[in-house]
């Protein structure tokens, strides 16, 4: 993120000219709309005496510099305004505290406040929208291409068996095929990411695998982890063929991160040693190190087209080097957490990361300067994912994974988790998104809908258990079924039964249709007779009148 | 923990070697035995009693049996003998030793069930008896290596959190128990800085293992708390050394539940060299003297001192005639000691001890020849009673509670009007003798102006609600609270509830100007708490270690002065009492005396607890005390040391040799050579003790330790002696500005007087005696070579006053 040619810089600024003026009389004005708003609602804690978070409603240029975390007012981004998100109660913390939110006709006021440019008076002109744009250029996204990479058929057997699956902090999904990988003990498994199914195991004896990641052509799979306190590796599989390319890294403690150029000559890993390490992919000498973390490394990832990388401590450290020599491109100041992860846009135009502190900022490349930021999760964040259109999925302390609009507003929640969100990812066709959490359990929502799409068997059993088991199961089908079998064969017989008394009841029936038949027409010949006897009886007593 | 000797103080007075081959009586702990699981267990120790006070520790030899039931089983583990449940029920264990034999109550409940292991009361001893909370490793404000534990426990919550959930799938793996960080760690599977803590097939990893295979659970809420521990056995007389001891400890939970916490316990000693213990609990004998065994269990403390004496030792208690009541509970712990005490001083060396304790000044040659040349038996009690009477006296405690309540000026917070009525409310309460506990009522809840109610003054000179908390616990109770204001106290028994529980008491002072601007109006605001900075919830004003009071709309500051001076307390008396002891004896029972903690245990309790309860009950009379105090036999011992007495300076076998403190050395100095000092405010001739203002000082009395009552603590008082002291008085204007200007030599050389009585008078006036026979003939050859008389004699002037015999009191 050095300085760019002024060229760049001029064309940067035409294209943030500001925006024509909205029709007059639609839009609200600081002085005369949003301030009685500011003034009753929120004047009792951001007034210049008390200024809570730093934060000072009483005038329109305190607003408008914002408070202790940044600027709160986006002029033409509405939603994508902290003011907004707290005062609609779709960011945290939720403003005015503990009540209930501001009428919806204020709420749309301060709406189209922003939205017309935040203007501070009548005649006033419309405030320039920030020039950083959250498209995302698809010029710049680099997207595999060819036929997904697939693994061959591989081993089912697992490495061992344990009572639960560990905590799932490495996955990754494949950005180029349904092939999903998680970090387990002593093993990477691989799973099918439409169907959820077990395809297999990448052997890792060096440890637990704390880190998974995809290179950017879906062609590799890097593995981090080791040996907590004591030993630490990088392994690569080639994914096509499953067979391990090469192991790097020697550290004294766990990978806890790792990363591989697009280039696949570079290898950049970190953990409780401090050291951001840059290896060779090739042989695997050290070609950099950084040592200007203070903290554990949490998290590096470099930029899509592997110019940069972008590193994180546990104390809330995060800078941006470039690759080569490993200088200093850029600090990221401001997170008051540990940070758990680090995210290029696929574009590469946007860092994005998380922390610890709840919070979720996003960085322009270019300048290092913090583009935007808002609250994702209480407590912390700790996994982030980008979906190629700008949009970001997250997960966090809350145990919820939740999506978000490209200018930082909440598009979904995905559903509580059980446990502490810890990683997501996203499925190569970009239909379903993965969480996985503290507890190992490994989820799949459609990111189309929000609604839950499986959960992964992520302990699978030795194959030896898995054949008893089927075996039993076999065996108690079995059993089942023979039961089965003669229960039909006594239910037939019981239908034969069935209808041979059915048809002697007809024939019966028949029968007594055909008497009763009889008896009816031998009851009206008599009544017949009856009736002419009668009739000759009144004949005879009329003649003799 | 006061434990009253009651072992060791059976037949103390006639100890001779080999005369109990037999222990007299056993005892057996815990008095009683309750188990409530399928994995509770308790240990049992056998202690032998001798006739001559020792015990021996005779738990491998002893029989224990169930008394005809079969509720439960004994396993010998080693030397011990371990009891486990079988059934439930209630019956008794009988412990039989040669011919004696005792019975202890037995309870069974719950004999068949295994509860799950709860991670307050199973897991958290882990990391304290490991050592993993410790100060120096995860216990440290930031921790260790990047993973941090509550200081000893004090936080539960917060530790559950740290290890599960702050560094997600890092310290534990509920899939892989004993693979897990925290396990591999501790039994040093993987490279740890602390080492390994203890082996993987330690019961301590087994709980670690267990637990996280267990999923790792949080406890529910109402888990019971610890609410006691005891110690086993209540105190130790080890004859020899390398005699082994056996501890039991019993913790004791809110749920009426108790539980064998001899393997979880930390243990520490206070004197390593005479007893150790081990980290099983063994204690081990070793040179003779007393120490103080400490076992500490989730945020409680407690100790039992152990002595140790040599063996086949010949001794026999010398009787001293006369003494009061603090003499026999000295010399009761002496004999115990097998120390035998030096004898009483003379008459020459009493009356200048005795002056200048109770008044601060050195006796004239007139009072000393006085005292000398009465001849009545209760001479030195009539002369305690003089002293008592004097106004110094009155001085010398209104200096001592100056310092205690920190009296000094303060910029636009206590201006020097303040001061000076704040000391003048002192010193008329003191003069009149009014009992403490009302002097202490009056000023802990005083309110109103600071000019109309001078003690109301106490509130401006500290304004901090938790420093003034502090300050209060310190100089009326003398707990130092301090360390329980962010976790609880590693050595003693305060919780942070006790600490803000206390503080709340203060939370309410309001403080506003008055009419004169230099005047402060206290009051009370009756609203505001002290919220609790972990649970951040407000916490109720709690006596220390006591209960909650009803507080109401009362100021709660009256509360606390009532319960501060109620009977039912025993801090305020017993420090109060133990403040004055420590003036006259040179070392307090509890030493420092504003350092009362589990860890610092009086070296005589029983003494600690009688001087309180004889404080109180005399209705708080302050003077009757310091006479006791004075006219006890150990206030009148020798300075001089035995050969069983010379290591000894805890248990007042001896006199203490003490520096005389700034002021009063100040003051004798101006005594001794006729000169006048002045201080701001005071009229000239005033002497250094009556100064109001801890403000006011001099070169001499900063040099000498005066303490500038910024702090709250007895040790501002600096009483140990150093080179720029003895440079001040070797080339300093102390001793030759102060003899030329006093002229005291000239005058008496202007009475014509011989040089042998010059010398003579400067020995008495400085030394309360007479040079002897020696000393003067020297004096004199060295005086009568000299070519200038004046010059010379003046030379044995300024060279008595450098002396240690004068700068000293003994």
Not at chain 1, 128 to 149: F, H
Not at chain 2, 367 to 382: H, P, Q, W
Request: proline share 6%; glycine share 8%.
């Amino acid at each position: 993120m050095r300085v760019r040619p002024l060229i760049v810089t001029a064309m940067a600024v035409i294209a943030s000219a500001p925006m024509s003026a909205p029709a007059a009389e639609a839009v609200p004005t600081f002085e005369e709309h949003v301030l009685p708003i500011f003034r009753e609602k929120c004047g009792s804690c951001h007034n210049p005496d008390k200024k809570q978070g730093g934060l000072d409603l009483t005038s329109y240029a305190l607003a408008m510099a914002g408070g202790s975390s940044g600027e709160v007012v986006a002029p033409g981004d509405a939603e994508g305004s902290t003011l907004w998100q707290v005062v609609s109660h779709s960011s945290e913390p939720k403003m005015p505290p503990e009540s209930d939110r501001i009428p919806q006709e204020m709420l749309d006021t301060i709406t189209k406040w922003i939205a017309g440019g935040a203007i501070e008076r009548a005649g006033a002109k419309p405030v320039a929208r920030k020039v950083v744009s959250l498209a995302v250029d698809p010029a710049k996204a680099i997207r595999p291409e060819g036929p997904a990479v697939m693994p061959p058929r591989l081993s089912l057997e697992v490495a061992g068996e344990a009572v639960r699956p560990m905590a799932i902090t490495g996955l990754a999904a494949s950005p180029n095929g349904p092939l999903l990988a998680v970090g387990g003990r002593r093993q990477v498994l691989l799973l099918d990411g439409s169907s959820l199914g077990f395809l297999g195991v990448l052997p890792f004896p060096e440890g637990d695998v704390k880190t998974l990641r995809f290179s950017r052509n879906a062609k590799l799979l890097l593995a981090g982890g080791g040996v907590a306190a004591k030993s630490g590796r990088v392994v690569i599989w080639d994914v096509a063929t499953a067979s391990r390319l090469t192991e790097v890294g020697d550290e004294f403690d766990q990978v806890l991160a790792a990363d591989l150029t697009a280039d696949q000559r570079t290898v950049a890993l970190g953990g409780p040693q401090k050291v951001v390490r840059l290896l060779s992919a090739e042989d695997g000498s050290i070609v950099a190190e950084v040592r200007r973390h203070t903290d554990w490394i949490t998290a590096v990832e470099f930029s899509p087209d592997g110019k940069l990388l972008a590193t994180g401590d546990r104390a809330g450290n995060a800078f941006v080097w470039e690759t080569r020599g490993a200088r200093e491109d850029a600090v990221l100041k401001g997170h008051g957490g540990g940070i758990t992860s680090v995210a290029w846009r696929p574009d590469g135009a946007v860092l994005a990361t998380a922390s610890e502190d709840g919070k979720v900022r996003l960085w322009d490349r270019r300048s290092g300067e913090k583009i935007k930021e808002w609250e994702a999760h209480p407590r912390g964040v700790q996994g982030i994912a980008w979906l190629p259109d700008g949009r970001l999925v997250t997960t966090g302390r809350d145990r919820k994974a939740v999506s978000w609009k490209p200018e930082g507003s909440r598009e979904r929640d995905f559903g509580q988790l059980p446990e502490i969100g810890l990683r997501v990812a996203i499925s190569s066709d970009q239909a379903r998104l993965f969480a996985g959490d503290l507890s190992g359990r490994l989820a799949a929502f459609s990111i189309a809908d929000g609604k839950p799409a499986g959960v992964a068997e992520t302990n699978p059993p030795k194959l030896r258990r898995r054949l008893e088991q089927a075996e039993k199961l076999l065996a108690e089908r079995a059993a089942a079924h023979g039961a089965a079998d003669e229960a039909l064969l006594r239910a037939r017989k019981e239908v034969e039964q069935a209808l041979a008394m059915v048809a002697a009841a007809e024939k019966a029936a028949k029968e007594r249709a055909e008497a009763a038949e009889k008896t009816r027409e031998e009851f009206t010949a008599a009544e017949a007779e009856a009736k002419r006897w009668r009739d000759e009886l009144e004949f005879s007593r009329a003649e003799r009148k | 923990m006061n434990r009253p000797f009651a072992a060791v103080a059976i037949l103390l007075f006639a100890m001779a070697p080999g005369l109990a081959a037999a222990p007299v009586s056993i005892e057996v702990f815990p008095p009683r035995v309750r188990l409530d699981s399928a994995r509770d267990r308790q240990r049992i120790v056998v202690q032998a009693v001798h006739a001559d006070g020792r015990t021996e520790d005779v738990t491998a030899a002893a029989a224990i049996e169930m008394g005809g039931t079969k509720l439960a089983a004994v396993e010998r583990i080693g030397e011990a003998h371990v009891v486990r449940p079988v059934a439930d029920g209630e019956g008794r264990i009988v412990v039989r030793h040669g011919p004696h034999a005792k019975e202890i109550p037995l309870v069974v409940v719950s004999a068949s069930s295994d509860p799950p292991l709860s991670f307050r009361l199973d897991v958290m001893p882990v990391f304290a008896r490991g050592g993993c909370n410790m100060g120096s490793c995860h216990g440290a404000a930031r921790g260790k290596d990047g993973f941090r534990l509550s200081l000893f426990g004090f936080d539960p919550a917060g530790d559950y959190e740290r290890i599960v959930r702050e560094f997600p799938g890092r310290r534990i793996d509920l899939g892989d128990p004993s693979g897990s960080l925290l396990v591999q760690k501790a039994i040093g599977g993987v490279p740890h800085t602390g080492g390994r803590r203890f082996e993987a097939t330690s019961d301590l990893a087994d709980r670690l293992v267990r637990w996280i295979a267990a999923g790792g659970p949080d406890d529910p809420s109402g888990i019971p708390a610890v609410i006691g521990l005891d110690l086993y056995p209540p105190t130790a007389l080890l004859e020899g050394d390398g005699r082994r001891q056996q501890l039991v400890a019993v913790a004791r939970f809110s749920d009426g539940t108790d539980r064998d916490v001899t393997d979880l316990c930390w243990y520490g000693s206070n004197n390593d060299p005479t007893v150790k213990v081990s980290p099983e609990g063994v204690v081990t004998s070793g040179n003779r003297g007393e120490g103080f065994i400490m076992a500490r269990y989730d945020a409680i403390t407690v100790g039992s001192p152990i002595v140790v004496i040599p063996k086949n030792l010949a001794f026999t208690y010398p009787q001293s005639p006369g003494g009061n009541w603090i003499d026999e509970l000295v010399d009761r712990k002496l004999a115990a000691l097998r120390i035998a005490p030096s004898g009483l001083c003379d008459d020459e060396t009493f009356l200048r001890r005795a002056t200048l304790d109770l008044i601060g000044m050195l006796p004239t040659p007139a009072e000393r020849e006085a005292f000398l040349a009465d001849g009545s038996a209760d001479k030195r009690e009539r002369l305690v009673e003089r002293l008592l009477a004097r106004k110094e006296f009155v001085d010398i405690w209104v200096m001592k509670w100056s310092e205690m309540l920190q009296i000094r000026t303060i910029g636009g917070q206590v201006p020097p009007k303040a001061a000076t009525l704040f000391h003048q409310w002192l010193d008329r309460r003191i003069a009149a003798n009014e009992p403490v506990d009302v002097m202490v009522r009056e000023l802990i809840s005083a309110s109103g102006g600071t000019f109309v109610n001078p003690p109301a003054n106490y509130y401006q000179l500290e304004r901090d609600t938790l420093k003034l908390s502090e300050n209060v616990a310190q100089a009326f109770l003398g707990m130092r609270l301090q360390c329980a204001q962010c976790h609880n106290h590693p050595f003693d028994r305060w919780t942070m509830d006790d600490y803000y529980g206390f503080a709340a008491f203060f939370r309410r002072i309001g403080r506003k100007q008055g009419a004169d601007p230099r005047e402060f109006i206290i009051h009370d605001t009756g609203s505001g708490e002290m919220n609790h900075p972990l649970t951040t919830a407000p916490v109720a004003p709690k006596f220390p270690g006591g209960e909650r009071p009803k507080v109401d709309d009362r100021d709660r500051r009256e509360a606390l002065a009532h319960w501060m001076t109620s009977p039912d307390n025993p801090w305020f008396a017993r420090h109060v009492a133990n403040v004055a002891w420590t003036h006259f004896l040179g070392r307090g029972v509890v030493h420092e005396p504003d350092d009362v903690r589990v860890s610092n245990p009086p070296s005589n309790g029983p003494l600690l607890d009688e001087l309180g309860k004889r404080f109180a009950s005399s209705g708080w009379d302050f003077r009757r005390i310091v006479r006791d105090i004075v006219a006890s036999n150990t206030y009148q011992r020798s300075c001089e040391v035995n050969e069983t007495n010379k290591l000894d300076d805890v248990n007042f076998s001896h006199a203490a040799v003490r520096r005389i403190r700034a002021e009063v050395l100040l003051d004798v100095l101006s005594q001794v050579t006729n000169t006048k000092n002045k201080f701001p405010g005071l009229p000239l001739g005033a002497r250094a003790v009556q100064v109001a203002d801890g403000r006011t000082t001099n070169y001499f009395l900063t040099t000498f330790g005066r303490a500038t009552r910024e702090d709250v603590c007895s040790c501002a008082v600096r009483m140990d002696p150093n080179l720029s002291q003895a440079l001040h008085m070797l080339n300093g204007d102390a001793a030759n500005q102060r003899i030329r200007e006093g002229g005291l030599v000239a005058a008496l050389m202007k009475e014509g007087r011989p040089d042998t009585e010059i010398v003579d008078e400067l020995f008495v006036r400085c030394y309360c005696r007479r040079p002897t026979e020696r000393e003067r003939i020297e004096t004199i050859v060295t005086v009568q070579a000299a070519p200038n008389r004046t010059a010379a004699l003046e030379d044995v002037f300024w060279a008595l006053l450098n002396s240690p015999e004068f700068l000293f009191n003994h």
